[in-house]
């Protein structure tokens, strides 16, 4: 069986940056793709950027040139670094081991 945890969320100014890393834990025989997600309240859970073994990545709209994802497939983790962040990017953010892995999500709150 397969656990993800994630780390690196905090309070951060407009402007600052944050790194999120996911790491995955247990039966790990190959990863296939890791991603990030977000949700608030207000919206259903979105995608915030994911990638494949391969190195293929992708971003939802509102994040492409200020994030940026990648993978350690040795040590079995995804990073997410988070630059320019804004008030909007308020959320929290989980973790997915494609295809159904969920992590327990980290609160990033972007507020000065």
Not at 47 to 69: C, E, N, P, Q, W
Request: contains cysteine; aromatic residues 8%; glycine residues 10%.
């Amino acid at each position: 069986q397969v656990q993800v945890a994630e780390s690196g969320g905090g309070l951060v100014q407009p402007g600052g940056s944050l790194r999120l890393t996911c790491t995955a834990s247990g039966s790990i025989t190959s990863i296939n793709a890791m991603g990030w997600y977000r949700q608030t309240p207000a919206k259903r859970r979105e995608l915030v950027a994911h990638i494949t073994s391969f190195g293929a990545t992708d971003y939802g709209d509102s994040v492409k040139g200020r994030f940026t994802i990648s993978m350690n497939s040795a040590k079995n983790t995804v990073d997410l670094q988070m630059n320019d962040l804004q008030p909007e990017d308020t959320a929290v953010y989980y973790c997915l081991y494609y295809p159904t892995i969920w992590g327990q999500g980290t609160q990033v709150t972007v507020s000065s």
